[in-house]
């Protein structure tokens, strides 16, 4: 069931900006894990930004290729929190294991055939 919408996921991609840009400071990453916060936040809005849908701005990469991106990248932040210096780091590995998990499930449950159908 598709119960996000584009209009929705295109916030939720702002939030999810936000989210990486203050979990160094608000949860205390350091080193690796906060260097990784802050690079997926600026990755995340700068695809948000260049993706074809509403809040995008110069809507160069299609929808298909913004979902792709998350359908991949979201599974590796989850592997990535294994790696030894997350493992280390109980609360980087915890936020990057659910930070990834958000992220699949926002795609898993974005809408974005019956979006782009109505949207021509």
């Known amino acids: 069931m598709k119960i996000i919408s584009l209009h929705i996921h295109r916030y939720i991609d702002y939030v999810t900006v936000v989210v990486f840009l203050l979990a160094p400071v608000l ?3 350091t080193g690796l894990p906060a260097i990784l916060a802050y690079v997926l936040a600026g990755v995340h809005f700068l695809m948000t930004l260049v993706t074809d849908f509403p809040l995008g701005i110069v809507k160069l990469i299609p929808l298909s290729i913004h979902g792709w991106v998350e359908r991949v ?5 989850v592997l990535v929190s294994f790696v030894p210096v997350f493992t280390v780091e109980t609360t980087a590995r915890i936020f990057y294991i659910v930070m ?5 499930l926002v795609g898993l449950l974005t809408d974005y055939q019956g979006t782009q159908q109505a949207r021509a």
């Open 100 to 104: 990834g998990i958000v992220i699949i």
């Open 73 to 77: 990248l979201s599974p590796v932040l």
């Open 27 to 29: 949860i205390g990453l």
